[in-house]
Structure formats: structure tokens, C-alpha cells
């Protein structure tokens, strides 16, 4: 059993940054892949972006890639999203994931490959 909890979610202006925490309970941490998505009103979740068990590996969905990273801290626990240059369209409730079993036969943009979710944090861009 894993908690995920995301903070630093807010209100920002467009072109501004923000920058996401999600803190992972146990002691296995560093063996997840971890994920973020993210679910704005009315529309599914999407996928954001994705990182490693060591952090030497990111992918990003084309929505974002080039203004977000992601970064983890495996003594800390915590993965982080770095979000730049913020659109309205950035709008959402984000939420991270962790992945017990990384696998290059599943997409790891798929929200069934991730076996443990945050409560997610809300993030609102205004232009």
C-alpha cells in the first residue's frame, strides 16, 4: 500500500510557473515509475508526463512538452512537475501516479498501468 500526495496547486497567470509536489509513503519508492496526468472539468484524464525509477528518463505528452519537467528526489520520496509558460488550457486537477511493474510493452500513457493515485491537486491558469 502506497500514498501519493500532491501539493502546490494554485491560482497563476498565464505565462507564469507553478511547481507540483507529490510525496509517496513506504520505502520502495525508488522502484516506481511514477506518472502525471491531469483532468480538467467536463474531459478525461489525460497524460502529462513521465519519469524513471532513476530520473534518466522522461517522456512528455506534445501538450506540454518543451514548458513542463519532471524531476525526482528519490531520498525525498517526491517527484515534482515543473510547470512554465502556463496556459489557460493548462487548467486542471493534476494528479500523480506510481508504476510497481515499468514495462516497455504497456503504454505508460495508459491510467491502468499505474497502480497508486494521489488525491490530486488543482491548478488554475488565467489569462
Known amino acids: 500500500q502506497v500514498t501519493l500526495v500532491e501539493s502546490g496547486g494554485g491560482l497563476v497567470q498565464a505565462g507564469g510557473s507553478l511547481r507540483l509536489s507529490c510525496a509517496a509513503s513506504?520505502?520502495?519508492?525508488?522502484?516506481?515509475?511514477m506518472g502525471w496526468f491531469r483532468q480538467a472539468p467536463g474531459t478525461e484524464r489525460e497524460f502529462v508526463g513521465r519519469?524513471?525509477?532513476?530520473?534518466?528518463?522522461?517522456y512528455y505528452a506534445d501538450s506540454v512538452k518543451g514548458r513542463f519537467t519532471i524531476s525526482r528526489d528519490n531520498a525525498k520520496n517526491t517527484v515534482y512537475l515543473q510547470m512554465t509558460k502556463l496556459k489557460p488550457a493548462d487548467t486542471a486537477v493534476y494528479y500523480c501516479?506510481?508504476?510497481?511493474?515499468?514495462?516497455?510493452?504497456?503504454?505508460?500513457?495508459?491510467?491502468?498501468?499505474?497502480?497508486?493515485w494521489g488525491q490530486g491537486t488543482p491548478v488554475t491558469v488565467s489569462s
Open positions: 501516479a506510481a508504476d510497481r511493474n515499468p514495462s516497455d510493452f504497456w503504454s505508460y500513457a495508459r491510467m491502468d498501468v499505474y497502480d497508486y
Open positions: 513506504g520505502r520502495t519508492f525508488s522502484s516506481y515509475a
Open positions: 519519469i524513471s525509477r532513476s530520473g534518466g528518463s522522461t
